[in-house]
Structures are given as C-alpha cells and as structure tokens.
C-alpha cells in the first residue's frame, strides 16, 4: 500500500505517518504506536520494545528499528538531511509538530487529507474483512430479535449485542452501539440507558464491529409489539427513501446526487425537516471515512469504495427510524453487504 504514496513523494521528500489507521494501512503494522518514514529510498517503522516483534513479522517492506529515547525519530531526520516532510496535518497535534520542528531543520507541509484519502478505494482484501465483519453484525441483529423482550433496559440490549459480536470473532466494536428505544429514538445518536422497554416502544439499533482492522457499520429500527399508523408511516417513507439510496449509489454518480435522491423522498412526505443528517460515510479501518453522501459533498462514487445509506426520519416527542445498509459501489449499482430484513418488525 505505501506504493499509493509515490505521488505525494513526487513533490517532497519524505512522508511521516503517525495515525496509527495509516500506519495500519501503508504498512501493515497493526500495533499503532510509532511513526514510519516513508521516502524515495527507503521505508522505516519507529516502535519500541513492546512491539519490535509483531512490527517485523507484520510490516515486511520496512525496516523496523526499535526506539530507545524520544529522540530517535528527529535524530534520523537529521541525519538523512530531509529539508521537507509531508505529515498528517489532520490527526497530528500542534505539540507534536512544534517538537519536530525545535528538534530538525526541515520544513513540514500538511498532506493530511492527501494522505487519508489513499483509502478511499477498497482492495479485494479490505472488501473481505468488511464483508466478514458485516456478517458478524447480521448475525448479531438475528440473535439480538430473540432476546428483546418488554422489561429488558437498552443496556441489555447494547451488552448483549457487543457480546455476541466478541464471542463471533469481532476484535471489538466499531463504534459506541446505540441501542435506544421510544421518545429517544428521536435523537441520532442517543445513548444507551437502563431506560426500560415498552410495548408500542420503537426500538433503534445501530452497532458495528471490527474484523481484523476493519469495521462494519448496520442500523435496524424495530417496534415491541403492534406499530401504530404513525410508525408504520414514518418507518414506510424511511425505508423508500434508503431504497431509492440504494440505487442512486453506482459508480460515476455525485455523492451529493445520491444523497438528494433519498432526501426528496423524505421531503415530499412532509418530513425534510426531520432528516438533518447526510444520507451516508466511507467506511474501512474507520467508522468514518472518505467519501461523504451530503447533500454538499464534491465527491463522485468509484468503483470498491464501501459506503453506508442510512437515511432517517427523528421528531422529537414521538421516535424516529433509521435504516442503514453498507454497500460496495460497483459499475451497475452497489452490492449491499448487510443481509438483515428491512422491512418493519413487530417483535
């Protein structure tokens, strides 16, 4: 992957890594504490003791070199002579460049967003993690539709999904899971209580897990017990306008055009207001990632890029749905990679 660099070491020297996702990404260290130093010439992982070993066996086209003091980072730069490096101006802090910067005498230039959106575009590999990783999380909603019951707190449920998804092979989840149910469904991103659960109660599950780095993001709204014509009516538009998401999201379409293809449904049903979010996000070693489906977006859907639809109706007072698949953009449309039903459950 560090190969995806080579454009940027056209225009300067050198480029520092210090997120640990693209230091993840460009050389497969997975231990996330260090540095790599990426030039024309040569490829150098910084670590410490505690991961040498995993950064040898995992990072093979780098040389690995353990770090004994705070200095061995800028005493290399030094050496090596470098007058420019590019860095990740996005994740690295003020304190952190103003060190590098009292202890070299290169110049660095912000390649932040650069750099980040070298992951924009899945391989075949990263698209099998996602893949496995979503089946964890189908697997979990299936598991989870038995165990709701009236009575049961959403840190029940929330608990019990990140459970099942450990035991299921999952490294950890993806995100903090979002298991609310009635009024706060209202809200998009509520926080689990020991709020217990109604009969009439929507019930809004959002949750992911990472597999072997990679993340999978799903989102299913439920009702306990009969839905009112109200829900069905909110849950219906929703679902029409995650639909029409669906096919807007090919190859060669604006993310802003995708995002609007939804959005109108929601609108012409009254209910624009309501939906205050962007239709959806990149997804890959990050929950969040490159490209954005806004309605402001500038970016054009390619080929492999994972992308969420999740589109939503929340009115406070009463509840709200969300419903959202992950997808791979491909030429003729999208392969969506949650398999769980869509359509409104009466549990």
Do not use: W
């Amino acid at each position: 992957m560090y190969k995806k660099l080579d454009d940027i070491l056209k225009d300067t020297e050198a480029v520092l890594i210090t997120s640990p996702y693209n230091m993840r990404y460009f050389s497969s260290f997975s231990g996330g504490e260090g540095f790599l130093l990426i030039s024309k010439d040569e490829r150098v992982l910084f670590t410490d003791s505690r991961y040498t070993e995993v950064a040898e066996k995992e990072a093979k086209d780098f040389k690995v070199i353990e770090t004994k003091k705070s200095s061995d980072l800028t005493d290399y730069i030094n050496n090596k002579g470098f007058k420019e490096i590019a860095i990740e101006d996005n994740f690295m802090t003020v304190s952190s460049l103003e060190n590098l910067k009292a202890k070299t005498t290169c110049a660095y230039i912000g390649k932040g967003k650069e750099i980040d959106r070298k992951r924009i575009i899945k391989t075949p590999f990263e698209i099998e993690k996602i893949k496995k990783a979503e089946e964890i999380g189908d697997n979990a909603f299936s598991h989870i539709l038995k165990f709701i019951k009236e009575g049961i707190t959403e840190n029940d449920i929330a608990t019990e999904l990140e459970y099942f998804m450990k035991k299921a092979g999952a490294e950890k989840t993806s995100f903090d899971t979002i298991s609310i149910s009635g009024k706060k469904t209202s809200m998009p991103h509520g926080v689990p209580s020991d709020k217990k659960i109604e009969k009439g109660d929507f019930i809004t599950l959002d949750f992911g897990c990472i597999y072997e780095g990679y993340c999978s993001d799903m989102t299913r709204t439920v009702v306990l017990g009969k839905a009112s014509e109200k829900q069905k009516e909110i849950y219906n538009i929703v679902l029409s306008a995650q639909l029409k998401g669906l096919t807007m999201i090919k190859n060669g379409v604006k993310c802003a055009d995708a995002d609007r293809g939804a959005r109108e449904i929601i609108e012409k049903a009254g209910y624009g207001e309501y939906f205050g979010h962007s239709l959806g996000h990149g997804v890959g070693l990050l929950i969040h990632e490159a490209p954005t489906l806004s309605p402001n977006s500038l970016d054009i859907l390619e080929e492999n890029m994972v992308v969420s639809c999740e589109p939503g109706i929340y009115i406070p007072d009463f509840g709200g749905v969300r419903i959202e698949d992950l997808v791979v953009v491909n030429n003729g449309g999208c392969t969506i990679l949650s398999k769980s039903d869509k359509n409104l459950l009466e549990i």
